[in-house]
C-alpha cells in the first residue's frame, strides 16, 4: 500500500501509450474527410415505420444475430460466420427470382434452337391464328390486316408498362438517394463517435483519452509526498486548535443530550428494586427541544466552518482513505482503457476505408448500377416498342422478299432474348440488394436493443476485450437512452464492486471530495468578513438553553405522572379526600419535587406555578398530627381514629405519596456522566482554562476526542449537575469562539487551506466531473443508427424490391415477345423456300398445313415446281377449276 501510494512523478501515464494521440488524431481527421458535405438528418415518420416494417421482418432474429457474433472469437472470423452456406441460404432468399428466370430463359432458348441442330424439337404452336397477323403473304396473294383492337390493345399494355417503369424508376431514385445519404451518414457519425470517445466534444464531454490523463494525475495528487499531502499536512497541524474546540463544544451539547433524554432521568425508577417511581422529567424535554436548536445554531457559526473544512479535508487526507480513493481511480480506469483500445481499432479500420476512398467507390457503383439499369430498362422497352411496331407491319410485306417478316423475326428474336438477360441482371442486382439489407437488418435489430450486457457477449467479435461488468454500465448509462432518466454520466458508470456493494468515482470521489469541500470552504468564506455575526456563545438559541437551566431546577419540574398515579393503588385514594381538588390531596396527582411552590414559565406545563411538598403536607394535617421524627419538609401524619373509613383511606394514601416522594429523593436511579480520562478517571470540564496555546482540564484524549463515562447519581445530585450545564456550554462556547476569531487561523484555513485543495482537489475534480456528461455520445450513437438504419438500409430495400419488380416487368415484355415469335416460328414451318439462309422461318419438305388454308397449299406447289404460279382466285363458284392442272408460265 505505501508503495501504491507513493508519487510517481518520472512514471509516464501508463493508461496511455505512445500511439494514442496519433489514433485520436486520426479520428478527427476520419470525421473531418467522412463528413464533409454530409446533412445528419432525421428520418422521418413514415419513412421510419416503414424501415421498422422491413428491419422486424427480416429473417434473422435478433438472438440469432447475437448468437452468431457471440460464436466468433474475433472480428476476422466474422466474416467466416457469414459466408456459412447455411447462413447465406437465410439472407439470399431474394435471389430465387434469379434462379426462376435463368431457368426460364434456358427452357425458352432451348425451343428456340434450329431444326438443323435439334430436328426432334416440337413446334407448339403449330396452329393458325385467326385474331393475329403472324402470317406470311406473297404478293397477288390476298392478305388479312392485324385487327385495330389488338393494335390498341398492345398500345394500352406498352403504355401501362411504361408508366410501370416510370414509378419504378422513381421509387428507385429515390431509394438511391436514401441509401447514399443514409450511409454517408451512417459513415460521418460513427467517425464522429469514435473521435468523441477519444477525444471528446466541447463542452459537455472530454474524452476518454483526458480523462484518463486527468486520473493519472488526481492518483498522484493523492500519493504520499505530493504537494497537496505535504501542504495541507503543516497547515492542519498549525490549525489543530480549532478541532479540538468543536470537539469539546459539540461533546458538551451531545453530554447534555444523552443527560436529558436518557430514560433513567425522564422516567426515574428505585436504584434497588427497579419499581417506577410515577415521575416525569418536564424540564428535560424542554432542555433537549432546545439542544437540538443550539446544536443547528453550533454548526452554523464560525468556527464549526473552519472546522468542518479543516476536519473534513484532514479525514480525505488519511492514508487509508487515499489509497482507496486511488483504488477506485484504478477500477474506473480499467472500462476506459479497453473502450480506448476498441475504437482505436475502429479507428483504424475507417481511416484505411478512407485512404482508399472506400466509401467513394461504393456510392460511385451504387450510383452507376441504379443509373445503367434504369437507363437500360428504358432502352429495353424503346426495343420492345420497335418490336411491336415491326409485328404491326408485317401486314404490308406483298412481295417475294418478305422484307417486313425479316425484320419482325428478327427484332422479336433480339428482344425476348435480350430482354430475358437483362431481367437476369436486374433481378441479380436487386436479389442482392435485399440480401445485403436482410443481413443489414440483423445487425440494427442488435443496434437498436443494444444493451451492456449483450455487448459483453459478443465483444470478441468487435476486438472489445471486457474484463469487467463495469464496460456494461458504461454503455447502459453512455449509449442507451433511458426516459425520465437523470443526464447520462460517465462517473455514475465507472464503479467499483467490494463485497457486493457497488460505488460509482461519482458517489464515491466527485460527491465526497469536490461538492463536500466545496461547501465547506464556500461556508467558510461567506464568514469571515463577518466574523463578530457568526459567533456561537452570544446567540439567542444559546442564551435561551443557559437561562432556561439557571431559572429551572429539575425538582420544579420533576412532577408527579397524574394518570398513572390515579390508576395505582393506593395513591388513586387521594381522590378520597371529600374537600376535592382545591384543598384536598388531590393536589398530590400534579405535586412536584421541590419543597415550596414555585412559579415556571409557559411551555413546560399547562399550569405556571406548581405546588410543591410543603403544600401537600400542609393538607395532609386534617387527617392527624405530623409525624415529629421527620427531618424533611414534608412530614407523614398519623391518621386519627376518628377518621371514617374514607378519611382512613385519604389519610393512608398520603402517607405513601410522600414515602413515594421520598424514595425518589433517596433512592432514584438517576445519571449523572462525565467524561473519562485515558487512565479511567472521571473529568468534568468546569474547570477548564485557557494556557498559553492550549487548555488545562478540557478531558481530551491524545486523539483529540472525548470519551464519556457513566456515573450513577442521586436526585439532589442530578438537579446540581444539569444546571451545571449553564458554565460547561459557556466555557466550551467561548473558547470556540475564541480561538476562531484568531486571524492567523483564519488565514490558514480559510485563505492557504482553501486555495490549496481548490487547485489540487476541487478544481481537477470539477474538469472531471464537468467533462463526465456522456450524453453525446449516445446522441451520436442515435445518429448512426439512424442513418444507418432508417435511411440507408431503407433506401436498400427499396431498390432490392423495385429492382426485382423492374425485373419483372421485362419478364413478362419477353414473354409476350417470345410467345409471338413463338408463334410466328411455328406457323410458318421450317422448308427453305424464303431465301434466307439465317432465317429461323425455314420451310421444309413435308409441312404439314391446316386443310382450309388454301394459299399456302399454293405456295407448296409453287416451291415444288420451282416456278411462279400466275395469277390464280380460288373461290367456292369456281371449284372445279381446282382440280385442273394449273397453267404455269414459261
Known amino acids: 500500500l505505501v508503495e501504491c501510494a507513493r508519487v510517481r512523478a518520472n512514471v509516464p501515464n501508463p493508461y496511455l501509450k505512445s500511439g494514442d494521440s496519433g489514433a485520436a488524431e486520426d479520428a478527427r481527421r476520419a470525421a473531418s474527410a467522412y463528413c464533409e458535405g454530409v446533412d445528419i438528418l432525421a428520418a422521418k415518420q413514415q419513412d421510419r415505420e416503414l424501415a421498422q416494417w422491413f428491419i422486424n421482418r427480416a429473417p434473422l432474429s435478433e438472438r440469432r444475430m447475437i448468437d452468431l457474433l457471440a460464436e466468433a472469437e ?96 422513381v421509387y428507385s431514385v429515390m431509394g438511391a438517394n436514401s441509401a447514399k445519404g443514409g450511409i454517408e451518414q451512417a459513415a460521418c457519425t460513427s467517425s464522429m463517435l469514435a473521435n468523441n470517445i477519444l477525444s471528446g466534444a466541447t463542452p459537455s464531454f472530454g474524452g476518454i483519452m483526458s480523462m484518463l490523463d486527468a486520473f493519472w494525475r488526481l492518483e498522484n495528487t493523492l500519493a504520499n509526498g505530493s504537494a497537496l499531502v505535504s501542504n495541507a ?30 430514560p433513567a432521568n425522564n422516567r426515574p425508577r428505585h436504584s434497588r428494586s427497579g419499581q417506577d417511581l410515577f415521575h416525569d422529567c418536564r424540564l428535560c424535554a424542554e432542555i433537549l427541544r432546545q439542544v437540538d436548536l443550539v446544536s443547528t445554531t453550533l454548526h452554523e457559526s464560525l468556527g464549526a466552518a473552519l472546522a468542518s473544512a479543516r476536519g473534513e479535508l484532514e479525514n480525505q487526507l488519511q492514508f487509508e482513505q487515499r489509497i482507496a480513493f486511488q483504488r477506485e481511480l484504478r477500477a474506473g480506469t480499467i472500462p476506459l482503457v479497453e473502450a480506448k483500445s476498441s475504437v482505436q481499432k475502429a479507428v483504424a479500420g475507417l481511416t484505411d476505408a478512407h485512404e482508399e476512398k472506400l466509401l467513394d467507390r461504393y456510392m460511385t457503383l451504387l450510383t452507376g448500377i441504379c443509373a445503367g439499369l434504369l437507363t437500360g430498362a428504358f432502352f429495353m422497352l ?144 461567506y464568514r469571515l468578513p463577518n466574523p463578530s455575526t457568526h459567533l456561537a456563545a452570544s446567540a439567542t438559541h444559546v442564551n435561551m438553553l443557559r437561562a432556561t437551566l439557571r431559572n429551572n431546577p429539575v425538582d420544579v419540574l420533576m412532577v408527579a405522572d397524574e394518570q398513572s398515579l390515579k390508576i395505582t393503588s393506593p395513591y388513586e385514594d387521594l381522590a378520597l379526600d371529600p374537600r376535592g381538588s382545591t384543598g384536598g390531596l388531590e393536589i398530590g396527582f400534579t405535586l412536584s419535587m421541590a419543597c415550596a411552590d414555585s412559579t415556571v414559565g409557559t411551555g413546560f406545563l399547562s399550569i405556571q406555578t406548581v405546588p410543591g411538598l410543603q403544600t401537600f403536607a400542609h393538607r395532609l394535617l386534617h387527617f392527624g398530627a405530623a409525624r415529629s421524627s421527620s427531618p424533611w419538609c414534608a412530614a407523614e401524619v398519623d391518621c386519627n381514629a376518628s377518621l371514617g373509613p374514607v378519611g382512613t383511606r385519604a389519610c393512608l394514601a398520603g402517607n405513601s405519596y410522600l414515602d413515594l416522594k421520598r424514595q425518589l429523593l433517596d433512592f432514584g436511579a438517576f445519571k449523572c456522566n462525565v467524561f473519562q480520562l485515558l487512565n479511567g478517571s472521571t473529568c468534568d470540564m468546569l474547570g477548564m482554562s485557557p494556557s498559553g496555546d492550549s487548555w488545562h482540564s478540557d478531558c481530551l484524549l491524545p486523539d483529540g476526542q472525548l470519551r464519556v463515562k457513566e456515573v450513577p447519581c442521586q436526585f439532589s445530585e442530578f438537579i446540581a449537575y444539569i444546571q451545571a450545564f449553564d458554565a460547561r456550554i459557556n466555557l466550551a462556547l467561548n473558547r470556540l469562539d475564541q480561538v476562531a476569531s484568531e486571524q492567523q487561523l483564519q488565514n490558514e484555513i480559510g485563505t492557504n487551506l482553501s486555495q490549496l485543495a481548490l487547485a489540487h482537489l476541487t478544481a481537477p475534480l470539477s474538469s472531471i466531473a464537468d467533462a463526465a456528461a456522456c450524453g453525446v455520445l449516445g446522441m451520436r450513437y442515435g445518429e448512426m443508427v439512424e442513418g444507418f438504419c432508417y435511411r440507408g438500409l431503407l433506401g436498400l430495400h427499396m431498390m432490392g424490391w423495385n429492382f426485382l419488380a423492374c425485373a419483372l416487368v421485362h419478364a413478362l415484355l419477353a414473354a409476350i415477345i417470345y410467345v409471338t415469335w413463338r408463334h410466328m416460328l411455328d406457323n410458318l414451318g421450317n422448308n427453305n423456300v424464303i431465301n434466307d439462309d439465317n432465317s429461323d422461318l425455314n420451310l421444309d419438305k413435308g409441312a404439314r398445313y391446316p386443310d382450309d388454308s388454301w394459299e399456302e397449299m399454293l405456295y407448296e406447289l409453287e416451291a415444288r415446281a420451282g416456278e411462279r404460279v400466275a395469277y390464280y382466285k380460288p373461290s367456292t363458284e369456281n371449284f372445279k377449276h381446282h382440280l385442273q392442272p394449273v397453267r404455269l408460265k414459261s
Not at 512 to 524: A, G, K, S
Open 74 to 169: 474475433s472480428s476476422e472470423n466474422v466474416l467466416d460466420k457469414l459466408t456459412d452456406p447455411w447462413f447465406l441460404m437465410e439472407v439470399c432468399t431474394p435471389l430465387l427470382m434469379l434462379v426462376c428466370l435463368l431457368l426460364t430463359w434456358l427452357c425458352c432458348c432451348c425451343s428456340a434452337c434450329p431444326p438443323q441442330c435439334c430436328p426432334q424439337c416440337p413446334r407448339c404452336c403449330h396452329k393458325k391464328w385467326t385474331w393475329c397477323c403472324t402470317r406470311v403473304f406473297r404478293r397477288n396473294i390476298k392478305h388479312r390486316s392485324c385487327p385495330g383492337c389488338l393494335k390498341a390493345v398492345l398500345l394500352v399494355s406498352l403504355i401501362i408498362f411504361f408508366v410501370c417503369l416510370v414509378c419504378l424508376t
Open 233 to 262: 499536512g503543516a497547515i492542519l497541524n498549525r490549525t489543530s486548535a480549532i478541532n479540538e474546540a468543536m470537539n469539546v463544544a459539540v461533546a458538551v451539547l451531545s453530554l447534555l443530550r444523552s443527560a436529558v433524554s436518557d
Open 382 to 525: 424503346v426495343v420492345t416498342c420497335f418490336s411491336w411496331k415491326a409485328f404491326a407491319d408485317m401486314d404490308k410485306d406483298r412481295s417475294n422478299n418478305a422484307r417486313y417478316l425479316k425484320r419482325a423475326r428478327r427484332i422479336a428474336l433480339c428482344s425476348w432474348c435480350v430482354g430475358c438477360w437483362f431481367a437476369i441482371a436486374v433481378s441479380l442486382v436487386g436479389g442482392t440488394l435485399l440480401s445485403s439489407a436482410q443481413l443489414g437488418s440483423g445487425f440494427c435489430l442488435v443496434l437498436e436493443g443494444l444493451t451492456g450486457e449483450q455487448l459483453l457477449e459478443f465483444g470478441s467479435a468487435v476486438n472489445l476485450d471486457a474484463s469487467s461488468n463495469v464496460l456494461q454500465d458504461v454503455v447502459d448509462e453512455c449509449l442507451v437512452t433511458t426516459p425520465g432518466a437523470s443526464g447520462p454520466d460517465l462517473l455514475k458508470a465507472l464503479n467499483l464492486r467490494e463485497n457486493g456493494t457497488r460505488r460509482t468515482l461519482r458517489g464515491s470521489i466527485v460527491s465526497v471530495l469536490r461538492d463536500r469541500l466545496q461547501t465547506l470552504f464556500q461556508n467558510v468564506s
